[in-house]
Nanobody, 122 residues
Framework: QVQLVESGGGLVQAGGSLRLSCTASGRTFSDYAMGWFRQAPGKEREALASINWSGSVTKYADSVKDRFTISRDNAKNTVWLQMNSLKPEDTAVYYC???????????????WGQGTQVTVSS
């Protein structure tokens, strides 16, 4: 079992930045890739970013590429999502997740955090 706890969400104006954090426990953190997802009301969950076990490989959805950056520190069991140039359409609940494998990809995730709300005002 993996326990994931997200933090760092909040209210921000359009054009602003936020940094989300996710701390993991329950399994060796460096054994698996990590990802960030979001879900807006009435919409399906969207995969945003993934990072491999070592942090050397990242993948992004086109919708956030060049604005969001995923990173991790295995010594701290933590993964971050730096979000810049935020837009009102980025408003959603953001989730971190651990992948079944140690390679970066935007699918096949198994454990989820409780989510953190991000609201971007226009």
């Amino acid at each position: 079992q993996v326990q994931l706890v997200e933090s760092g969400g909040g209210l921000v104006q359009a054009g602003g930045s936020l940094r989300l954090s996710c701390t993991a426990s329950g399994r060796t953190f460096s054994d698996y890739a990590m990802g960030w997802f979001r879900q807006a009301p009435g919409k399906e969950r969207e995969a945003l970013a993934s990072i491999n076990w070592s942090g050397s490989v990242t993948k992004y959805a086109d919708s956030v590429k060049d604005r969001f950056t995923i990173s991790r520190d295995n010594a701290k069991n933590t993964v971050w999502l730096q979000m810049n140039s935020l837009k009102p359409e980025d408003t959603a609940v953001y989730y971190c997740s651990s992948r079944r494998y140690n390679t970066a990809a935007l699918n096949e995730y198994s454990y989820w955090g409780q989510g953190t709300q991000v609201t971007v005002s226009s």
